[in-house]
């Protein structure tokens, strides 16, 4: 779990157990393997969310910004 009031979140996972972010202000990219395919949680009232890996039930990962990009990617 983190949580920030302000800056970058860069986490590289491996695909056991929960991921969970909360940022006021701040980009949020989430790496996976290859393979994995987590259950995805995003919300951004100001910024983009993208998830570029198959979504599934591997994991969960769950991500609040108030603004800020947020990414779940694979590779």
């Avoid at 290859?34 to 990962?61: A, F, K, M, W």
């Amino acid at each position: 779990q983190v949580n920030t009031a302000s800056g970058r979140v860069a986490l590289g996972c491996r695909g056991t157990g929960n991921v969970s972010v909360k940022t006021m202000s701040g980009a949020v990219t989430v790496r996976f393997p290859e393979g994995i395919r987590p259950q995805t949680h995003l919300r951004s009232l100001s910024g983009r969310s993208r998830v570029e890996c198959p979504e599934g039930d591997d994991c969960r990962v769950a991500v609040s910004s108030f603004s800020g990009k947020i990414e779940v990617v694979s590779g």
